[in-house]
């Protein structure tokens, strides 16, 4: 696939392990890099797995890194000083404060890489299927030329402009998920503490003005009681708090986000942080005293 240039992956967990799948199954040359080296083994033979992500950068035009925490990204930023090539465009794909994002694009501009902020919408199940959408920021010229890149493992991709626009798209995303994904427990509990069949419930409210994409997504889970996760309620405690500091910052108030937010805080105590974060519907029925 001469026209696909080599991909470098920093980060090969649940998303970033899936997009790099979805990458080599395209054709397309991965290298990759990850902090634990038990997770190149699925993506084996295909990926080119290295021991940084400099050596990963290595013969790459465009970097996807799909990290966990502000020290992650600088960790990466500080091992492409080192050695990565002039030229390289980083997608930075997390959701990760904009001011983070903003410093690590500072220190890697004086080497000649260039960071686009590429915040994705969409679960870690979604990024398996290609169900995924980019929100992407940054130098128009350096999104051009990652985006035949986003084309082989999203679904869409959104240019949005000036960097920061991307993660600013997300926050407003995942605030919208943070509460369909309680409001969509709450619903099947009450439907289930009624009597209602949880598999009824899913395919008769998906047909109906009630549904959405994140009950679409999560109600099935709820009803089977499956809670592998997609999300781990862990990782997204992260973007909650992210959320509400860029909310507070701006004075907009969110009664219904702050409202959701006990929910998950409580699943994180009864020790469901590792679990999807449809777990949330757990806590609800633990609260209604339902006993399926």
């Known amino acids: 696939m001469?026209?696909?240039p080599v991909v470098a992956a920093v980060g090969l967990g649940i998303m970033g392990g899936a997009i790099a799948r979805n990458l080599l199954a395209d054709g397309v040359a991965v290298r990759g890099y990850d902090v634990d080296p038990a997770r190149?083994?699925?993506l084996r033979p295909a990926l080119v797995a290295t021991a940084s992500a400099a050596e990963a950068a290595k013969g790459a035009s465009v970097m996807l890194t799909s990290l966990p925490s502000i020290a992650a990204l600088e960790a990466t930023v500080t091992g492409l000083l080192a050695a990565a090539p002039r030229g390289l465009v980083m997608a930075e794909l997390s959701t990760l404060p904009i001011a983070a994002k903003e410093a690590a694009r500072a220190r890697l501009a004086?080497?000649?890489?260039?960071l686009l902020d590429c915040p994705l919408s969409g679960t870690g199940a979604q990024a398996i299927t290609r169900d995924l959408a980019v929100?992407?920021?940054g130098e128009r010229a350096a999104y051009d030329k990652a985006e035949p890149v986003f084309k082989r493992f999203a679904r869409t991709s959104h240019y949005l402009g000036a960097f920061g626009n991307g993660s600013r798209?997300?926050?407003?995303?995942?605030?919208?998920?943070?509460?369909h994904n309680v409001a969509s427990a709450e619903a099947m509990v009450l439907g289930m503490k009624a009597g209602l069949d949880p598999a009824t419930i899913v395919s008769v409210i998906a047909a109906g003005a009630g549904t959405s994409r994140v009950f679409e997504l999560r109600a099935p889970l709820m009803a089977k009681e499956s809670y592998a996760p997609t999300m781990k309620i862990d990782i997204w405690q992260k973007d909650m708090s992210i959320i509400a500091e860029f909310a507070k910052s701006l004075g907009v108030p969110t009664p219904t986000f702050a409202a959701s937010a006990p929910v998950y805080d409580a699943a994180q105590a009864q020790g469901l942080g590792a679990d999807d974060t449809a777990a949330v519907c757990k806590v609800l029925e633990a609260q209604a005293k339902l006993r399926r």
């Open 2 to 4: 001469s026209e696909t």
């Open 40 to 42: 190149f083994a699925p």
């Open 110 to 114: 004086p080497a000649g890489i260039v």
């Open 135 to 137: 929100y992407a920021s």
């Open 169 to 179: 798209m997300k926050f407003v995303a995942n605030l919208l998920v943070a509460v």
